[in-house]
């Protein structure tokens, strides 16, 4: 014979729990149910997005009218219960219906709590609770008005979200100093405090409200600090205390809510409680998943099943705002006996923090990145022992591979669509398949034709343990060159690191870096010192003792030990004037040979070193400058004599020329810089073979760069045409710019656009405005404490110990 | 020995050299990052290369012609290049240096 159930209450803990009980014993109950509230069974937890819009109340159904039909439930909807006796076992609902029981659960569940400030119960103060509440909040949003909403807990936050999305001007008022303090520690309460504001919410914490005014209806809300908000509708969501009162009426043992035992039994044998009016071991819940334990457990004990009993577990909180990411979980306070392991990523708002006690987690906050938190969650509940994996665990599951100790099993263990390289978006499996497919054996090939790691260069690391897991030990990472001998790192990572830690001085460089040496070697000074010229031009104090002696004295050294100058001739254009200064330089100074350079200018060589400052002197007074001859820089911008005489000239190339070079003299460049301007296709400037070169046609300027006539010979490479002056040099300035950048220190234009791909080189220089605009911009600052003639500086007295010998001795002795 | 004042230690560039006229050519005075004081004949033994215009690392210098690395305490070439060039004593007393002539006289008489 079937026994006669009732149950209290249709919330999703009964709901479960029946559930549950129809699966293990469905014909021993004879079920009905009273609901005060005159609906079916629905998921309270997606009332906010019902709020928001996003989902409609028909969606949100749980237990729709057909289930109870079918599983021969009676549904009395609309019906309070008013009293139960507990000797007749019979409860009353307030339509006057009794029902008789053998066996009673109460799932009342809680109610909000209202702060008792003056004008609470103005009409226009509602809490959110039910579908009644969000109904009245949706239809006071109709009128845009201005919402206030007390509580910036989980439910107060949802709400605020909700209403703001029906249009209306929220305020959060939250009496603590940050959001949801009690699931985030303040540091992620502020990055969601940040999120909720740029939604237009406004939040004021430590906001204490002292009244709630309004003439017959709400008006405004009064803050204790004087502060006057004005509101047509006030949500109450601080909080929720269980509904006992029923129970407690009916004589049944209750604290804060019903009093029961494991079984979810209360000191009646024959009435259960569960739901958040139940009180377990001294603990209420209030989120689902112990509530769906609690509705486990009762419906087993229902079944028969004694044994059945609730265990208290943490339970992760969620914030269901759209956009807003946020995973809280058990204890997060800090204290002496706790470490914690806390991740940052302030570009992209990511916050994590776990707190360990003993290498087991017992709390996390998840913030902007909650994926890992069901795994965080696991290793909680399962006490597992973490220290094996405490260096990679912030990182989250995807990075523990079989060996979690091993880095390369965390690059093995990474999904193939994972992002290796931010810069030029390439994920993991197009690094390892151009690996296998087109036989890539060298990161510089991996770079040439997947672009992974050919920018910024941060990735390397994982690029080439992608390397070292796709061809075993065929590659070895080791192979990536070193600077010199002083370190391990190459001149990629280490121009990546100079910028990524800030290091500002050679000897900054060498202590972060580690190197092996004091202070260096002649490879990696000059090197060091043109990093650090190129990529901090204001606050870097240029270190001549770190220069070639060529640039150190700004002449050419000579087998001889003396030297050569070669003074500037804008474009190769001289005259008479200039001429004659250089022929009375080289009578005065006896020089023994001229000769004219490729670079279209005049070279005297074989001038004492003492007589240096002197000869620059006298070329000083007819106005020429050093012409950088000698330096990693820009060297000369040859050109033809273009549309001004030449009868097939398009452009004026000579003017160019020596625009170019006049924008661009005394810069750095990781290795020499030559260019060329030829005012038609027949090049007669031979700037097809130039670094940078530039072929003028009727419709504009064709720019050609990576052209090579030494040691290799090359062509160049089409850069794209441009169609005015002031475009051609923007490209040129921004392209050099970018090599300086990039390039590492005596590698020409040409391999350094071998190595990053001239299609990528392209796409940043002519198809990304901004980047070039960037570049051109970070040049013409650099340009700013470049641009001083070395040459009249020394005049002037500059490095006089270059020029002198430190004394003269021993004559007399050996005169003797 | 006969020690000739040079001159003093901040004459010389830290990380750097200058030079001295002798009736023999050229030395070169060095003075490292941690103040040592050393000098050899600038001359580097492979192709003469003025040793004193050259980087000086560590207790080295590299010549600026053809990037030997010399060595200022023993003037051999450390690597793979076999070579060496004359080193010659110098005193430091306080900031004033000199250097002994001597070597130089024995080795012209």
């Known amino acids: 014979m079937t026994e006669k159930l009732v149950i209290i209450g249709n919330g999703m803990a009964p709901g479960r729990m029946l559930e549950h009980l129809l699966e293990k014993a469905s014909d021993r109950y004879e079920v009905t149910i009273f609901n005060a509230e005159p609906r079916v069974n629905y998921d309270r937890i997606m009332l906010s997005p019902v709020l928001s819009g996003e989902k409609d109340y028909e969606e949100i159904i749980i237990h729709g009218d057909g289930w109870y039909i079918k599983h021969g439930i009676t549904l009395y909807k609309g019906h309070k219960i008013i009293a139960i006796d507990r000797a007749g076992k019979t409860v009353t609902s307030d339509h006057g219906v009794t029902e008789p029981y053998d066996k009673l659960v109460i799932a009342t569940g809680s109610v909000p709590f209202i702060i008792p400030v003056p004008g609470h119960n103005l009409p226009g103060v509602l809490t959110y609770r039910d579908l009644d509440d969000v109904r009245a909040m949706m239809l006071a949003a109709q009128s845009r008005a201005k919402a206030v909403v007390i509580g910036g ?26 959001l949801m303090e009690r699931q985030l520690d303040p540091a992620a309460g502020y990055l969601l405090q940040r999120a909720v504001e740029q939604r237009g919410i406004k939040v004021i914490t430590k906001a204490n409200t002292q009244a709630i005014t309004g003439n017959g209806k709400v008006e405004q809300v009064e803050l204790a600090d004087g502060t006057v908000i004005p509101a047509t509708l006030v949500v109450m969501a601080v909080g929720i205390r269980p509904n006992a009162a029923l129970a407690k009426e009916a004589g049944i043992a209750a604290n804060r809510g019903i009093v029961v035992d494991a079984g979810m039994r209360s000191n009646d044998p024959d009435i259960y409680a569960l739901g958040e009016c139940a009180e377990v071991n ?12 609690m509705a486990r457990v009762a419906a087993s004990q229902l079944a028969g099943d004694e044994t059945a009993a609730f265990v208290h577990s943490d339970t992760p909180t969620k914030l269901k705002v759209t956009g807003i990411e946020l995973f809280s979980l058990g204890d997060f306070a800090d204290g002496d006996d706790r470490q914690e392991i806390v991740l940052r990523d302030a570009s992209a708002g990511v916050y994590k923090r776990l707190v ?27 006490q597992t022992d973490i220290s094996p994996m405490r260096d990679t665990l912030i990182f989250g599951q995807s990075y523990q ?16 669509d994972a992002e290796i390289c931010g810069c030029n ?16 054996t060298s990161l510089d090939d991996v770079r040439a034709h997947t672009k992974a790691s050919a920018s910024c260069g941060s990735c390397t690391g994982l690029v080439e343990k992608l390397m070292v897991l796709t061809l075993g030990d065929t590659y070895n990472p080791a192979a990536v060159q070193p600077m010199c001998g002083c370190t391990t790192l190459g001149h990629d990572e280490v121009r990546r690191l100079i910028k990524a830690k800030h290091l500002k001085t050679i000897p900054a460089v060498m202590q972060e ?4 040496t004091s202070c260096g070697c002649a490879k990696c000074r000059p090197a060091l010192n043109y990093y650090l010229v190129c990529d901090w031009p204001d606050d870097y104090a240029d270190d001549y003792q770190s220069r070639f002696i060529n640039e150190r004295v700004h002449a050419n050294i000579q087998k001889d030990g003396t030297y050569s100058v070669v003074p500037r001739m804008w474009g190769g254009v001289t005259n008479a004037a200039e001429l004659r200064a250089i022929a009375d330089v080289v009578d005065k100074f006896e020089i023994p040979m001229v000769k004219v350079t490729g670079g279209q200018r005049i070279d005297m060589l074989g001038i004492r070193k003492e007589d240096l400052p002197a000869v620059w002197a006298d070329l000083g007074q007819a106005g020429f400058v050093s012409g950088h001859a000698y330096a990693k820089g820009l060297r000369t911008v040859k050109t033809c004599v273009g549309s001004d005489w030449c009868r097939f000239g398009t452009q004026d190339s000579t003017g160019l020329g020596i625009r170019i070079e006049k924008f661009m003299w005394g810069s750095w460049t990781p290795a020499k810089v030559k260019m060329a301007v030829s005012g038609c296709p027949r090049n007669c400037a031979e700037a097809t073979c130039k670094d940078v070169g530039v072929i003028c046609v009727d419709s504009g300027y064709e720019i050609h760069f990576a052209g090579a006539a030494g040691l290799d010979i090359k062509g160049t490479e089409v850069l794209g045409l441009v169609r005015t002056e002031d475009e051609a040099l923007e490209h040129i300035v921004a392209l050099t ?40 911009d970070r040049f013409v600052f650099s340009q700013k404490f ?10 002037s007295g500059k490095d006089k110990h270059e020029f002198r010998p430190m004394a003269t001795v021993g004559f007399a002795q050996a005169a003797e | 020995m006969n020690w000739i004042a040079i001159g003093s230690l901040s004459d010389i560039p830290r990380r750097g050299a200058r030079c001295v006229d002798t009736p023999e050519g050229k030395i070169a005075i060095f003075r490292t990052a941690d103040d040592q004081v050393y000098a050899i004949e600038d001359h580097c033994p492979h192709k003469g290369g003025p040793l004193s215009q050259g980087i000086v690392h560590g207790t080295a210098v590299t010549c600026p012609l053809h990037n030997w690395v010399i060595s200022l305490e023993t003037g051999r070439a450390l690597g793979a290049d076999e070579g060496a060039v004359r080193t010659i004593p110098v005193r430091v007393e306080g900031e004033r240096l000199f250097i002994a002539l001597e070597a130089l006289a024995s080795r012209a008489a």
């Not at chain 1, 870096?513 to 092996?516: G, I, K, V």
């Not at chain 1, 470049?786 to 005049?795: I, L, Y």
């Open chain 1, 737 to 776: 710019q970018m090599y300086r950048e990039q390039g590492r220190y005596l590698e020409r234009i040409y391999k350094w656009a071998k190595r990053i791909g001239i299609p990528e080189i392209k796409r940043q220089i002519m198809d990304d405005d901004a980047k070039r605009k960037a570049y051109f």
């Open chain 1, 425 to 440: 978006g390439v994920c993991k499996s197009k690094i390892t398949g151009a690996i296998t497919a087109k036989g890539l």
């Open chain 1, 282 to 293: 001294g603990m209420v819940y209030g989120l689902v998943a112990p509530l769906y334990e």
């Open chain 1, 356 to 382: 360990l006690k003993d290498d087991r987690i017992i709390g996390t906050v998840l913030y902007g990145e909650t994926a890992d938190g069901a795994w965080f969650n696991d290793l909680k509940k399962k």
């Open chain 1, 513 to 516: 870096l580690e190197w092996a």
């Open chain 1, 401 to 416: 591979g079989g060996a979690p100790l091993d880095p390369m099993a965390a690059v093995a263990a990474l999904p193939d």
């Open chain 1, 153 to 178: 807990g989980l439910l107060g936050l949802e709400a605020a979200a909700g209403l703001n999305a029906q249009g209306m001007d929220v305020t959060v008022l939250h009496v603590m100093p940050t």
């Open chain 1, 786 to 795: 470049a641009q001083v003639d070395p040459w009249s500086e020394r005049v």
